[in-house]
């Protein structure tokens, strides 16, 4: 079965720090979904990638799928204490018509 | 107001009491499905339903039921809670395979 692998786990930067998550499948990506959960609350959906190669921005987070379409990153500018929370990449199961998700990457932005 | 929404927020209860859990939706998807999220297991889907008359088990139907009861209305039972059952659980809804909404969560504790 396919399953989605995120790191890093967890992740503290100082506030105007660059990072990045990343989002590896161990099968080919169908449409790859990035979502963001503030801790307790529902997921918030970001950008969705569907092509090999795509890459999209909204505000200061891009999201990209590589060529193979098997890793996508998410990749934060400058960050700030409003970017806190817990990100999930989530994808459809291929040869399925389930959703998986990785296990999420949280993150703390310190001011 | 909000497109996916689900009742109640938060609820304590005791073993072996049933428990319904309600989702509505006015985003107009064909799609709902049911999660529970555990810390460090990510989200796990439970049901899912492609219309009101197709539903389906995810991966961890046991001691779970539900009820789609029309097309914007989709409901989690637990018919007779068990600790273990102790989770945050979300309602989430698509339309086809495009990405999902989710509501803002259920928290269930069972003592």
């Known amino acids: 079965s396919q399953e989605l692998e995120q790191s890093p786990q967890s992740l503290i930067v100082q506030e105007g720090k660059n990072l990045t998550i990343n989002c590896t499948s161990s099968?080919?990506?169908?449409?790859l979904y990035w979502y963001k959960q503030k801790y307790g609350e529902g997921l918030i959906f970001l950008m969705m990638?569907?092509?090999?190669?795509e890459e999209k921005s909204h505000e200061k987070i891009t999201a990209k799928l590589d060529e193979k379409k098997q890793q996508s990153s998410l990749h934060i500018t400058a960050s700030q204490p409003s970017h806190a929370g817990i990100y999930l990449c989530g994808a459809p199961n291929s040869g399925t018509y389930k959703y998986i998700f990785g296990t999420g990457t949280r993150l703390k932005v310190l001011a | 107001d909000a497109d996916v929404t689900q009742t109640p927020r938060n609820r304590i209860t005791k073993t072996g009491k049933r428990i319904m859990l309600e989702c509505s939706q006015t985003k107009g998807h064909d799609r709902m499905y049911w999660y529970r999220q555990d810390p460090g297991l990510g989200l796990r889907l439970i049901y899912y339903?492609?219309?009101?008359?197709?539903?389906n088990k995810g991966e961890i139907s046991d001691g779970y039921s539900v009820s789609r009861q029309a097309q914007a209305k989709f409901s989690l039972s637990l018919e007779s809670a068990i600790p273990n059952q102790t989770a945050l659980y979300f309602c989430a809804t698509s339309q086809e395979y495009n990405e999902q909404f989710f509501g803002p969560g259920t928290r269930l504790t069972v003592l």
């Open positions: 339903s492609f219309d009101v008359k197709d539903i």
């Open positions: 099968k080919t990506l169908y449409g």
């Open positions: 990638l569907q092509k090999g190669g």
